[in-house]
C-alpha cells in the first residue's frame, strides 16, 4: 500500500489540501440488503437523495472544493450529481472507482457472504467470490486513483464519490494496514488531508458510526 507521493508546498502555495470521501446515498439494495444483479444501474432511494443533499450542504460548510469525482454507477453518480450542483462544482466521472464485484453473489443478500465456502472475517481482504473480487483486488484498482487525485490537485479540495467497499479500501490504503478499516454509511463522510509528505490520518466528519456492512 503506497501511502505518500510527491506534493510540494513551494509550488502550490498551499501545504495541505483534502480528498472529501463521500459514500453513495442509500439503495435500493442497500434498503433490502440484496447484492444488485445490476449493480451499474441500481438507484437511489429517495432517502438516498435526501442524504445527498444533506452531504452537500455540510461539505460546503466546511470545504471549498473545486471539483467532484464519482464512481460511473449510477447510485454513485446521482450522488455526486446532487452534490456538485450543492456546491456549484463540475463533475466528472472515474471509470474505475467502481463498487467491488461480488461475482456469484449477485442478487443474494449480504448475509449470504458470511457462509459462502472459504469466507472467514480474519481473512476477508484476501477472500474472493466466485467470479468476483476480493477487497485486495478493488485495492489495487483504486490505491493509485486517490494518489493521482491527491497529487493533480495539490492545492485544491476534491469530493470523491464512490461505494462502501471502495471506501474501506482507500481507508486502509492511506494508513497502510486493514485492521482499522472504518465502513461508512451511506452518504459518511471522510476527510483526508494531504500534503508534501503524503496522507494525513483520516477524519470521519458527521455521524461516527460504523455501517454493518460495506454493501454492494
Same mark, same amino acid.
Given at each position: ?27 435500493? !439494495? ?15 432511494? @429517495? ?12 461539505? *460546503? @460548510? ?15 453518480? %446521482? ?19 467502481? %463498487? ?35 477487497? %485486495?483486488?478493488?485495492? =489495487? ?10 497529487? @493533480?490537485?495539490? =492545492?485544491?479540495?476534491?469530493? *470523491? ?10 481507508? =486502509? ?14 452518504? !459518511?463522510?471522510?476527510? *483526508? ?13 458527521? %455521524?461516527?458510526?460504523? =455501517? ?5
Amino acid at each position: 500500500m503506497s501511502t505518500a507521493y510527491a506534493a510540494g508546498c513551494e509550488i502550490s502555495g498551499r501545504c495541505v489540501a483534502n480528498l472529501i470521501l463521500v459514500r453513495h446515498g442509500e439503495s435500493s !439494495g442497500n434498503r433490502d440488503r440484496i447484492f444488485a444483479t445490476d449493480p451499474h444501474s441500481l438507484p437511489l432511494t @429517495d432517502l438516498g437523495y435526501a442524504q445527498a443533499r444533506a452531504a452537500a450542504r455540510l461539505i *460546503v @460548510d466546511m470545504f471549498q472544493p473545486k471539483l467532484v469525482v464519482s464512481s460511473p454507477f449510477l447510485r454513485a453518480h %446521482e450522488t455526486a450529481r446532487v452534490i456538485a450542483e450543492g456546491i456549484d462544482a463540475p463533475l466528472e466521472v472515474e471509470p474505475n472507482l467502481y %463498487e467491488r464485484d461480488v461475482g456469484v453473489y449477485r442478487g443474494r443478500s449480504y448475509d449470504s457472504l458470511v457462509s459462502a465456502p472459504g469466507y472467514a472475517p480474519a481473512s476477508r481482504w484476501n477472500w474472493r467470490p466466485p467470479e468476483g473480487e476480493s477487497y %485486495e483486488d478493488v485495492l =489495487a484498482r483504486v490505491g493509485p486513483i486517490l494518489d493521482r487525485l491527491a497529487r @493533480d490537485n495539490s =492545492a485544491t479540495d476534491v469530493v *470523491v464519490v464512490s461505494h462502501g467497499g471502495v471506501m474501506v479500501t482507500l481507508w =486502509a490504503h492511506i494508513v497502510g494496514t486493514w485492521d482499522s478499516s472504518w465502513t461508512p454509511p451511506n452518504c !459518511g463522510i471522510v476527510q *483526508v488531508e494531504h500534503g508534501a509528505d503524503g496522507y494525513r490520518m483520516p477524519r470521519v466528519i458527521g %455521524e461516527s458510526h460504523s =455501517a454493518r456492512d460495506a454493501g454492494g
